[in-house]
């Protein structure tokens, strides 16, 4: 009964509001619905607010996502990276934070920054400006192109360029966070310039992050987000990466499954701290305490303690994600 609901139901059906006017509108009707339990309402509003969003995107294609995630696979394969030149960097500052949106990585990075040796940077450029900028300048190809061309003085200098960038951060702290999404594509990368980063591929129930993209409005460039059938297949592509990553360089990547981070907070925290080389420190079980900014959805989430509500949040909507279903495999 809040009176807000009326009224942007009124806004909704304005002929006169402006297309974009309107998606956001049904973003944020979607979410009232969601939260009053109106779960028949949800997904007509929301199916017209992911349509709309599409549009902003006419160049995206699963097929050039595709064939992009196997040119790297293709290319920092197992073998190369054995015998691939390194940097020769001996720094441990960067701590990779790696997975789909909505997966847990902010909650790892919130966790991760209550040590009092870490920084938490949120969401940084600065890998994607070194594979794709930096290296054409260099070599007059792309981290994907470069890949065998590469020396060790070339490696050498797109790390440190790296973390020139990222030590403005914090210029005291011991290990700061970089947890970018689409870093997953440079991890090869990382392998070879920054040979004792450590990487965290975080994992999570495929509806559940499909659904909980879904069901946002994303201010910066996500194209796959607002068509359920290119969702579920960004998601399997990136499964399929970062499958790729825990075969090809297993010293440095950390498997973190999201669920049994919430069930078993302090134990699952504790071989996070120890896979990173730091001391455990109790003030991490209550991350939620901190006072840093956070610029990610997760936002609400990160300000309380760890709670199980959030593991099949898409329930509700099972008949409506069925092509998301159907293409993961998956039976409900």
């Given at each position: 009964d809040d009176p807000l609901i009326p009224q942007m139901e009124a806004l909704y059906q304005n002929a006169e509001l402006a297309e974009e006017e309107r998606m956001h509108i049904a973003f944020s009707l979607a979410k009232a619905y969601s939260d009053t339990k109106q779960y028949a309402k949800v997904f007509p509003v929301l199916q017209v607010a992911n349509a709309i969003r599409r549009k902003d995107y006419p160049d995206h294609s699963t097929e050039t996502v595709r064939e992009t995630i196997h040119d790297i696979i293709r290319i920092y394969n197992k073998d190369f990276l054995e015998n691939a030149p390194s940097s020769g960097l001996k720094n441990n500052l960067p701590i990779f934070i790696m997975g789909m949106p909505r997966s847990g990585t902010t909650l790892v990075e919130q966790i991760l920054s209550s040590h009092s040796d870490v920084h938490g940077a949120d969401e940084l450029i600065y890998m994607q400006t070194v594979a794709i900028k930096e290296s054409t300048a260099m070599t007059g190809k792309d981290f994907i192109g470069a890949a065998q061309e590469y020396n060790s003085s070339q490696l050498e200098a797109l790390g440190n360029l790296y973390l020139e960038r990222l030590r403005k951060h914090a210029p005291k702290a011991k290990r700061i966070t970089d947890?970018?999404?689409?870093?997953?594509?440079?991890?090869?990368?990382?392998?070879?310039?920054?040979?004792?980063?450590?990487?965290i591929l975080c994992r999570r129930d495929p509806m559940a992050v499909c659904f909980s993209i879904y069901k946002l409005y994303f201010s910066g460039p996500q194209p796959f987000a607002y068509d359920m059938e290119e969702l579920a297949h960004q998601y399997r592509l990136q499964q399929e990466l970062m499958d790729?990553?825990?075969?090809?360089?297993?010293?440095?990547?950390?498997?973190?499954?999201?669920?049994?981070?919430?069930?078993?907070?302090?134990?699952?925290?504790?071989?996070?701290?120890?896979?990173?080389?730091?001391?455990?420190?109790?003030?991490?079980?209550?991350?939620?305490?901190?006072?840093?900014?956070?610029?990610?959805?997760?936002?609400?989430?990160?300000?309380?303690?760890?709670?199980?509500?959030?593991?099949?949040?898409?329930?509700?909507?099972?008949?409506?994600?069925?092509?998301?279903?159907?293409?993961?495999?998956?039976?409900?």
């Amino acid at each position: 009964d809040d009176p807000l609901i009326p009224q942007m139901e009124a806004l909704y059906q304005n002929a006169e509001l402006a297309e974009e006017e309107r998606m956001h509108i049904a973003f944020s009707l979607a979410k009232a619905y969601s939260d009053t339990k109106q779960y028949a309402k949800v997904f007509p509003v929301l199916q017209v607010a992911n349509a709309i969003r599409r549009k902003d995107y006419p160049d995206h294609s699963t097929e050039t996502v595709r064939e992009t995630i196997h040119d790297i696979i293709r290319i920092y394969n197992k073998d190369f990276l054995e015998n691939a030149p390194s940097s020769g960097l001996k720094n441990n500052l960067p701590i990779f934070i790696m997975g789909m949106p909505r997966s847990g990585t902010t909650l790892v990075e919130q966790i991760l920054s209550s040590h009092s040796d870490v920084h938490g940077a949120d969401e940084l450029i600065y890998m994607q400006t070194v594979a794709i900028k930096e290296s054409t300048a260099m070599t007059g190809k792309d981290f994907i192109g470069a890949a065998q061309e590469y020396n060790s003085s070339q490696l050498e200098a797109l790390g440190n360029l790296y973390l020139e960038r990222l030590r403005k951060h914090a210029p005291k702290a011991k290990r700061i966070t970089d947890k970018m999404p689409s870093n997953t594509y440079y991890a090869g990368l990382i392998h070879m310039v920054l040979p004792n980063a450590k990487i965290i591929l975080c994992r999570r129930d495929p509806m559940a992050v499909c659904f909980s993209i879904y069901k946002l409005y994303f201010s910066g460039p996500q194209p796959f987000a607002y068509d359920m059938e290119e969702l579920a297949h960004q998601y399997r592509l990136q499964q399929e990466l970062m499958d790729h990553w825990r075969e090809a360089i297993p010293d440095q990547v950390y498997d973190l499954q999201y669920e049994t981070l919430v069930e078993n907070q302090e134990e699952e925290s504790k071989k996070l701290f120890q896979f990173l080389g730091l001391d455990w420190q109790e003030q991490c079980l209550e991350f939620y305490k901190s006072k840093r900014s956070v610029k990610t959805a997760s936002l609400v989430q990160v300000r309380n303690p760890i709670y199980t509500s959030s593991l099949k949040p898409w329930e509700p909507y099972a008949k409506e994600l069925e092509p998301i279903a159907r293409i993961l495999g998956i039976t409900l």
